[in-house]
């Protein structure tokens, strides 16, 4: 069994930052892509940022520039360093794993219960 726990979320002011930190547990033997997601009350959820296990990195236009996703494939464990906070960053921030691949030989992907996030003005 996999686990993602995310960590890192609050409360910030608009223009501040926050780091969020995920780190995925169990019978892991490689995870291809790591990524950040993000759902605002009412809307769908949305990518905010993947990282492949190459550093290859995919960001939304939305925080393209302010926003920086990193990896450490030793710890299996993925970062979000949000600056430059907006009031529409806030929401609930879900981390995800794709393609991870275990022990038990069986391959799949996983999701974090979320972290709230909230931007203040």
């Known amino acids: 069994q996999v686990q993602l726990v995310e960590s890192g979320g609050g409360l910030a002011q608009a223009g501040g930052s926050l780091r969020l930190s995920c780190v995925a547990s169990g019978h892991i033997l490689s995870i291809n892509t790591m990524g950040w997601y993000r759902q605002a009350f009412g809307k769908p959820r949305e990518m905010v940022a993947r990282i492949k296990s190459d550093g290859d990195t995919n960001v939304a236009d939305s925080v393209k520039g302010r926003f920086t996703i990193s990896r450490d494939n030793a710890k299996n464990t993925v970062y979000l360093e949000m600056n430059s906070l907006k009031r529409e960053d806030t929401g609930i921030y879900y981390c995800?794993?794709?393609?991870?691949?275990?022990?038990?030989?069986?391959?799949?992907?996983?999701w974090g219960r979320g972290t709230q996030v909230t931007v203040s003005s």
């Open positions: 995800k794993a794709e393609r991870v691949w275990t022990t038990a030989r069986y391959e799949a992907d996983y």
